[in-house]
């Protein structure tokens, strides 16, 4: 899977997708009773009912539920809090069966228009998760408007997620807009010293014209929908907005709709911003 590209329009018979929310059975990994199942020291520490639900074992709520009834043990002791810390080095049973820790996974997907960045879409509109072919319970990191299109993240990785959109890690962010007219001189230099906005001042932008009624901006902030409210501030308007990198990471040859794993090493440089 690792690397692999997968078309927009292969969503409606995506099989893996169909399959993410269903259980795969308390201790499906291993069945043997000998040992937990493949241990993963040092990853994530999570609560043991999202741990659970992550292992394919059941929904979060009804995860609380078995928890709550004792079928639970981590270490061999029987735990009924479900919100007890544990992590992959653990070794966590459910009625004597292992489980085992979901491993982590980060895919890049090339967001087309009209796709939604959240994990799942209650409306008619697909999900960006559609684009991507994993039983993993993934989850966007930050989001694009509906009608933004570009480089967006998704990870079942919740360490690495936080530290790529908390403010205070300045994980630098390139957009390229069209505008609806184009920037003077001097409200570029506004906009690179940073606008004042209802929610308070940015901090200042990285802004360079891309052509006439383009410019490639890089934030290190991430409050919703800032482009196009930095934009407004100064008497603009984004008519069309694409994310093209996020920290050391571009899209290169990957095609709108299409979606791919991250490499170890590219995952490192992302850890490394």
């Known amino acids: 899977m690792s690397g692999s590209s997968v078309s927009a329009c292969s969503r409606p018979g995506n099989s893996a997708r169909s399959d993410r929310g269903r259980s795969r059975g308390w201790g499906s990994a291993d069945n043997s009773g000998e040992g937990p199942a493949n241990p993963t020291p040092g990853s994530p520490i999570v609560?043991?009912?999202k741990f659970l639900a992550h292992g394919g074992v059941a929904s979060r709520r009804r995860a609380e539920e078995i928890v709550a009834k004792g079928l639970v043990t981590?270490?061999?002791e029987v735990v009924t809090d479900p919100a007890r810390d544990v992590d992959g080095s653990r070794d966590v049973r459910v009625n004597g069966s292992p489980v085992a820790a979901e491993a982590r996974e980060v895919w890049i997907v090339n967001k087309p228009a009209g796709v939604v960045s959240t994990a799942r879409e209650p409306g008619d509109r697909p999900a960006v998760v559609e684009l991507v072919e994993?039983?993993?319970r993934l989850y966007p990191v930050g989001r694009l408007d509906a009608d933004s299109t570009g480089l967006l993240l998704l990870t079942n990785d919740g360490e690495l997620a936080n530290h790529l959109t908390h403010p205070r890690y300045e994980v630098p962010k390139t957009y390229r807009a069209r505008l609806r007219s184009p920037l003077s001189l001097r409200d570029l230099e506004r906009l690179r010293q940073g606008v004042e906005l209802e929610d308070g001042p940015t901090a200042p932008a990285?802004?360079?014209r891309y052509g006439e009624r383009e410019i490639e901006m890089v934030l290190r902030e991430g409050r919703n929908r800032q482009v196009?409210?930095?934009l407004e501030a100064v008497g603009n308007e984004v008519v069309g907005l694409r994310r093209v990198?996020?920290?050391p990471l571009g899209l290169r040859d990957l095609s709108e709709g299409q979606a791919r794993r991250l490499t170890d090493k590219e995952i490192a440089q992302l850890r490394s911003r």
């Open 245 to 247: 990198a996020f920290g």
């Open 47 to 49: 609560r043991l009912a």
């Open 206 to 208: 990285q802004v360079r």
């Open 228 to 230: 196009r409210r930095m």
């Open 134 to 136: 994993s039983k993993a």
């Open 74 to 76: 981590v270490d061999g």
